[in-house]
């Protein structure tokens, strides 16, 4: 069975750093991208990256400039999420999810498992 | 970055009815996109991808449609846990958007 297990809620003060995390299992790490998606408070979903467990390929959203570095470790099929200065407008709730496709006429993606959600708060 | 809309923002339905919601590109995105169901302190569920496959284990009573830059999702026979928010996400390139929700509840 595929389970994305996050890491738990975090309190934080602005300007810290942080990592959370995402780990995989039942099903090939290395196989298949790990995205990131956040929780617009009151509003709806942000994409903000993911990586390629395999080669470790990373994409991120251009709006974030750099605020987030997306990173993995294959000897514990995990993923990361790392802030180095958060900021109060980082407190919302992160998701990570699989990013698979089908072969049909075409790849066509899409996000099938998906973890639980962390709980970020940014606050002095 | 690709925009995409999403009508209504929110509706008001019964138990029974058939509702459609509709998600419109700002651009020919092929049929890359998905639909995704969210209920209040969950994660996102998977509902349909490519446009029109439901996804293993999503009841037939939800359907997708459309290519290019038009989109529906059909729910016929609404159920009583089908009230939640619905997100439409364009896989087509880079930076993967999602639509705003429409969020349907209870009349």
């Known amino acids: 069975e595929v389970q994305l297990a996050q890491s738990g809620a975090v309190l934080k003060e602005p300007g810290e750093s942080l990592n959370i995390s995402c780990k995989a299992s039942g099903y090939t790490f290395t196989d298949k991208w790990i995205h990131w998606v956040r929780q617009m408070p009151g509003k709806g979903l942000e994409w903000l990256g993911g990586?390629?467990?395999?080669?470790?390929?990373?994409r991120y959203n251009p709006s974030l400039q750099g605020h987030v570095t997306i990173s993995v470790d294959k000897s514990t099929s995990t993923a990361y999420l790392h802030w180095t200065s958060l900021k109060a407008s980082d407190s919302t709730i992160y998701y990570c999810a699989r990013r698979n496709y089908y072969d049909g006429s075409g790849y066509y993606w899409y996000f099938d498992f998906w973890g639980r959600g962390t709980r970020v708060t940014v606050s002095s | 970055a690709i925009q995409m809309t999403q009508s209504p923002s929110s509706l008001s339905a019964s138990v029974g009815d058939t509702v459609t919601l509709t998600c419109r590109a700002s651009q020919d995105i092929r049929n890359d996109l998905g639909w995704y169901q969210q209920k209040p302190g969950e994660a996102p569920k998977l509902l349909i991808f490519a446009a029109s496959s439901l996804q293993s284990g999503v009841p037939p009573r939800f359907s997708g449609s459309g290519s290019g830059t038009d989109f529906t999702l059909t729910i016929s026979s609404l159920q009583p846990e089908d009230f939640a928010t619905y997100y439409c996400?364009?896989?087509?390139?880079?930076?993967?958007?999602f639509g705003p929700g429409t969020k349907v509840d209870i009349k």
């Open positions: 996400l364009q896989d087509y390139n880079y930076p993967v958007t």
């Open positions: 990586v390629y467990p395999g080669d470790s390929d990373t």
